[in-house]
């Protein structure tokens, strides 16, 4: 891994699409048993595509997530990311424990319009919010001005959702201490 400047661990992949695929599948192969027996690790992975076949990584998932980001420059780039979305849901939903959609933007369709569409209930929202993206990604901070930008609000309340998703209801997170499953917990 690398450490980014915000102190954040990663394991970046090649840009190009045929190099990030063999990256992402060894990746998955490689880490995703020995990631899923520690209960305290978060990953994150951007995968790209999902395509006809589930792919590995999400059976191991205790959480799978698809970011749906609305298209600024058309309805139409917006509308083929919502049909992409809906494939991505049908594969997913039969090897994934759990499975969620995160939208993000608020035009040019209203996230209850989003969900409709989808069939599902969007596990989040988060707002365009470039000066908030800029905070996140090391730009220049007065203050608590990036605590206040819509963008950490909402990205705070999606991550209370997934630590309720995937511990249980009530469940506090504390990153120093590893955590483990509520009781009763359908998911590990």
Same mark, same amino acid.
């Not at 790209?48 to 980001?69: F, H, K, N, S, Y």
């Not at 849901?89 to 993000?104: A, H, K, P, T, Y």
């Not at 599902?120 to 206040?148: H, I, M, N, Q, S």
């Not at 950490?152 to 995937?166: F, N, P, Y």
């Given at each position: 891994?690398?450490?980014?400047?915000?102190?954040?661990?990663?394991?970046?992949?090649?840009?190009?699409?045929?190099?990030?695929?063999?990256?992402?599948?060894?990746?998955?192969?490689?880490?995703?048993?020995?990631?899923?027996?520690?209960?305290?690790?978060?990953?994150?992975?951007?995968?790209?595509?999902?395509?006809?076949?589930?792919?590995?990584?999400?059976?191991? &998932?205790?959480?799978?997530? *698809?970011?749906?980001?609305? %298209? #600024?420059?058309? =309805?139409?780039?917006?509308? $083929?990311?919502?049909? !992409?979305?809906?494939?991505?849901?049908?594969?997913?939903?039969?090897?994934?424990?759990?499975?969620?959609?995160?939208?993000?933007?608020?035009?040019?369709?209203?996230?209850?319009?989003?969900?409709?569409?989808?069939?599902?209930?969007?596990?989040?929202?988060?707002?365009?919010?470039?000066?908030?993206?800029?905070?996140?990604?090391?730009?220049?901070?007065?203050?608590?001005? &990036?605590?206040?930008?819509? *963008?950490?609000?909402?990205? %705070? #309340?999606?991550? =209370?959702?997934?630590?309720? $998703?995937?511990?249980? !209801?009530?469940?506090?997170?504390?990153?120093?201490?590893?955590?483990?499953?509520?009781?009763?917990?359908?998911?590990?």
């Amino acid at each position: 891994t690398q450490e980014l400047p915000s102190g954040l661990r990663v394991m970046t992949a090649p840009a190009r699409p045929s190099q990030a695929r063999a990256a992402v599948i060894e990746a998955a192969s490689g880490y995703s048993a020995l990631i899923g027996t520690m209960p305290e690790a978060v990953m994150i992975a951007d995968c790209g595509r999902v395509e006809l076949d589930p792919p590995m990584w999400a059976r191991a &998932a205790q959480l799978t997530l *698809l970011i749906l980001r609305q %298209a #600024t420059v058309s =309805a139409q780039a917006t509308v $083929a990311r919502v049909d !992409r979305t809906i494939e991505a849901l049908e594969v997913l939903r039969s090897s994934c424990r759990q499975v969620g959609v995160v939208l993000i933007g608020g035009s040019p369709y209203p996230a209850s319009e989003v969900s409709t569409v989808l069939g599902v209930e969007l596990f989040g929202v988060l707002p365009e919010d470039a000066v908030g993206a800029g905070l996140v990604c090391g730009g220049w901070t007065v203050g608590k001005r &990036a605590a206040r930008s819509p *963008l950490a609000k909402a990205a %705070a #309340t999606l991550g =209370a959702h997934v630590i309720e $998703a995937v511990y249980g !209801r009530g469940h506090r997170f504390h990153p120093s201490t590893p955590v483990a499953p509520a009781e009763g917990s359908v998911t590990r």
